[in-house]
């Protein structure tokens, strides 16, 4: 996959390329709105190294911290966008 997204973070605006697992996760994050994301709901994908990779851009992305239980009790993460994102060009599947 790859794409061409206009970002805006507060005052910045800038357009992003972005291809493979960092337009995914950037599609997943606009698809999941304020529900967000975790690596607990989708464990195969690195999606806390997509998130960093995606802030290193300057894309704003907020991280809330919630409890589970289960055989290996502990927190996950849940990732959320904050920046306005408007898809310019998209090839490939989301």
Partial sequence: MKLTA???TGE???TLHLQGRQA???MELLKAGE???TSRQNPAP???AYVHSLRRKGVSID????KHGGKYPG???VYRLRSAVKIQWM????
């Fill in 6 to 8: 206009r970002i805006e």
């Fill in 12 to 14: 910045i605006r800038q």
């Fill in 24 to 26: 995914w996760a950037l």
């Fill in 35 to 37: 529900t967000g994301i």
């Fill in 46 to 48: 690195r999606i806390s």
């Fill in 63 to 66: 991280t809330d911290w919630e």
């Fill in 75 to 77: 927190e996950h993460g």
């Fill in 91 to 94: 090839e490939g599947r989301a």
